[in-house]
């Protein structure tokens, strides 16, 4: 069973940084691509950052420039390193995966989220 497991997030002070990480695991064949999404208070949940497995990025243009996403395809695993944090960046932030399971199909994947808090 596929499982997305999250890490990193926290309070911290505008203009701080915060790196998130996200592990994927369990019967994958093939992934597609991972990124992160976010969903603040009483609003929808908006793509923050994409990369497929060719290494092509997609940023949300609020975050360009100061967030960064990253791949280690040895081990499934996306991070997001996230600089210059806003007010406006708070929110949970969910780790996504496009990926074939092994016997199965190509699905979406959800990880449980994780909360990120700027604020002084």
């Known amino acids: 069973q596929v499982q997305l497991v999250e890490s990193g997030g926290g309070l911290v002070q505008p203009g701080g940084s915060l790196r998130l990480s996200c592990a994927a695991s369990?019967?994958?064949?093939?992934?597609?691509?991972m990124g992160w999404y976010r969903q603040a208070p009483g609003k929808q949940r908006e793509l923050v950052a994409t990369?497929?497995?060719?290494?092509?990025?997609n940023y949300e243009d609020s975050v360009k420039g100061r967030f960064t996403i990253s791949r280690d395809y040895s081990k499934n695993i996306v991070a997001l390193q996230m600089n210059s944090l806003k007010p406006e960046d708070t929110a949970v932030y969910f780790c996504?995966?496009?990926?074939?399971?092994?016997?199965?199909?190509?699905?979406?994947?959800w990880g449980q989220g994780t909360q990120v808090t700027v604020s002084s």
């Open positions: 996504n995966a496009d990926l074939w399971v092994w016997g199965g199909t190509r699905n979406d994947y």
């Open positions: 369990g019967g994958i064949r093939n992934i597609y691509a």
């Open positions: 990369m497929t497995s060719q290494g092509m990025t």
